[in-house]
């Protein structure tokens, strides 16, 4: 009974401002496909994370002849420096490092050829143009800092270099286009939260009478009040769906069936990540409905 | 039922305060006119009862309760317990007469099967059987008001307030709706009615609280509306109004014939109120029980059970004159005569 007669009194509520209704319902449609993009692009940034800081490692560069590094005042790494380094690592850093393998300047060379053939720019290099190196996978790639307090300046080692930077300006023009849906989100959250205020005054302000003769002859505050806060709450709610929906369709069709198959050598994010993150949208979405029915409500329909 | 105890309400800081220390105590089932100039504080009265407002010195009792001392969400469950009836009605005009009255049960979630028993009761008792489905703007202003109360009696309250229920209806039709809430008073509902109207508390000889900017001036049993002049000075001599030049009161009213279906809708709450006394009083005589219980069965008027003493009724008090067993027709041309009668005496 009750149920029912709340669930009339919504339906006839959304039919009477059917606009605004609609208005609420695009706002935060879009509002949260914002926020829903945001989150993708940092889901995108953690997959692309785990997936290439497995391959980087640490190199550790040796000093070579003819170095200018003032650690390599005394030239070439020698027999011990190399040793006293690798006992370094093995004690003092083994709890950062998974795997050390030590590059020789003949397996640099060997390398070195594979992948130039011909020379380098028409320069036929040397087993000694190349540099011994100290290869150091690490359990976390993160934690590069320690390994470069450790062993930068030390005797024997030109440069510590991580080769995370590479990746660095892509992650930072992504955490920057995420930056700006989340900045663009909020703004549309707001206009979002002050749009639903509007409609719930006018809901209420147009069914004052009703509210009225409730109060007096003792409905609840909540009673008075839920049908208006459904209001809200299922207009918001068929945004967020939406904006789901919308997510849902962008992935599909842009990730899955169109990048997935032109660069096919990075892990996108997929379906299953816009499911895990609709949670979110319809948890924001209702409860922008709630807090701002609540504020409103208190305003306009107290006992 | 009741209880103002030096309860005094300032709306604003420094102004006159709407009541100044008020104490009225109104006992369960009486019947209290509530009379006074406009602003003299009857409005600030009932909206304390319903503690629409607290006031601002003093404590308020209804029923029981210590309104002071009444947390916001137990306000509610105080108003179940009131119903309110207005002058301007109030009623949904898009709702149905059965609707509206609905209206009041569903919102305080009563069960289906509750409503569809209750309303018909309710609707037949006001008077308005068989106008269930009409919408508001095709009553009658008597009609409508008969809607109101049904709609404040329809969960059967314990105090009736009445805030100028008859001030847009004529006097036949005020006398009407005022047989009607003598009924209500009668099945133990407490009835406190603000009025202006001199006839009528004159007629009903019940309690009179007359309050005069804020004070209570006056509160006296089985009384009369008093001096017009000094309760209403406005209504006074007005030489612009009423004859200009002369400085004379013109006591010639305008005459109105009331809706034919006002009578109609008295004449049905009148048939269903014998119906309900005939019924009670049958099942009296069947059970033995040789005594009119005004308080509940509801309907203590019509005809009674022929072993039935007359019951004297709490305090000496008249109600509106009605014949016993008569039919609804004599009732009506009772009800006009008395009238006519009324004012041939207030014009001599």
């Known amino acids: 009974m009750r149920l029912q007669f709340v669930l009339t009194e919504v339906l006839q509520g959304l039919r009477r401002n059917l606009s605004m209704v609609v208005s609420v319902v695009l706002v935060t449609f879009v509002s949260l496909t914002f926020v829903g993009a945001a989150a993708l692009l940092q889901t995108q940034v953690t997959k ?9 490692e ?11 590094a003032p650690t390599c005042a005394d030239g070439e790494a020698t027999e011990d420096q190399i040793a006293g380094l690798k006992k370094v690592i093995d004690t003092e850093l083994s709890d950062v490092v998974a795997a050390t393998y030590f590059e020789s300047k003949a397996d640099a060379f060997e390398a070195f050829t594979e992948l130039y053939p011909d020379g380098y720019q028409g320069t036929q290099l040397t087993e000694d143009d190349m540099q011994a190196s100290f290869r150091l996978k690490l359990v976390d790639p993160e934690q590069y800092q320690v390994v470069d307090d450790v062993l930068e300046g030390r005797a024997g080692v030109e440069v510590v270099e991580d080769q995370r930077e590479v990746f660095e300006p892509l992650f930072l023009a ?19 939260v002050l749009l639903i205020t509007t409609t719930i005054r006018l809901s209420a302000v147009s069914r004052r009478r009703e509210t009225g003769i409730m109060r007096l002859v003792g409905a609840s505050n909540l009673f008075v009040q839920l049908p208006f806060m459904l209001e809200g709450a299922i207009a918001a709610l068929v945004g967020a769906l939406l904006a789901v929906g919308g997510l849902w369709l962008a992935v599909q069709y842009l990730v899955t069936d169109w990048l997935q198959d032109s660069v096919d050598w990075v892990a996108y994010v997929d379906v299953g990540d816009v499911l895990f993150v609709a949670p979110l949208l319809i948890g924001i979405a209702v409860l922008l409905a709630v807090v701002s029915s609540v504020v409103t409500l208190n305003r306009y329909t107290r006992v | 039922m009741i209880r103002f105890e030096n309860v005094s309400k300032v709306y604003a800081r420094g102004a006159r305060p709407a009541l100044d220390d008020v104490s009225v105590d109104v006992a369960r089932g009486e019947f209290v ?3 006074g100039a406009s602003g003299s504080g009857k409005s600030t009265f009932l909206r304390l009862v319903l503690r629409e407002e607290r006031p601002t010195g003093g404590t308020v009792y209804v029923a029981g309760r210590d ?13 179940r317990s009131i119903g309110v009836v207005f002058q301007d009605f109030r009623l949904l005009p898009g709702k149905t007469v059965y609707e509206n009255v609905a209206f009041a049960l569903q919102v305080i979630g009563k069960p289906r099967h509750t409503i569809r028993t ?7 008792m006001v008077g308005l059987d068989g106008k269930e489905k009409r919408l508001p703007h095709e009553l009658s202003g008597g009609e409508q008001q008969r809607v109101a109360i049904a709609r404040a009696f329809v969960n059967r309250p314990q105090i009736l307030l009445a805030d100028e229920p008859t001030g847009n209806l004529d006097p036949t039709t005020s006398l009407g709706i005022m047989r009607l809430l003598d009924r209500i008073n009668r099945t133990g509902t407490t009835v406190v009615m603000a009025t202006h109207d001199d006839e009528i508390v004159n007629e009903m000889r019940k309690r009179v609280v007359e309050l005069s900017t804020g004070s209570v001036v006056r509160d006296e049993v089985d009384a009369v509306y008093g001096e017009r002049e000094s309760i ?3 209504v006074g001599q007005t030489p612009v109004l009423d004859a200009p030049g002369r400085g004379e009161r013109a006591v010639q009213r305008v005459q109105v014939s009331p809706e034919p279906a006002d009578l109609e809708a008295e004449r049905a709450a009148e048939a269903a109120a014998a119906r309900a006394a005939a019924q009670e ?5 069947e059970q033995g029980i040789v005594q009119e219980s005004v308080q509940e069965t509801g309907q203590g008027q019509g005809p009674v059970a022929p072993e039935a003493p007359a019951a004297p009724p709490p305090a000496p008090r008249r109600s509106v004159p009605e014949p016993a067993g008569a039919s609804a027709d004599e009732v009506v041309q009772q009800v006009l005569r008395e009238h006519e009668r009324v004012r041939a005496g207030r014009e001599a």
């Not at chain 1, 930056?179 to 979002?192: I, K, Q, W």
């Open chain 2, 67 to 79: 309104l002071s001392r009444l947390s916001s969400w137990k306000v509610p469950s105080l108003r």
């Open chain 1, 58 to 68: 640490v190199s550790v560069f040796l000093c070579p002849d003819g170095s200018t």
């Open chain 2, 232 to 234: 209403l000075p406005q």
């Open chain 2, 281 to 285: 009083a049958a099942h009296e005589t």
């Open chain 1, 48 to 56: 692309l994370k785990g997936d290439w800081y497995d391959l980087v």
């Open chain 2, 118 to 124: 209750t309303v018909p009761e309710v609707l037949e």
């Open chain 2, 33 to 35: 006119f509530l009379v």
């Open chain 1, 174 to 192: 992504l955490g920057r286009a995420s930056l700006l849906a989340a900045g663009l989100a909020g703004v549309m959250l707001l206009a979002a």
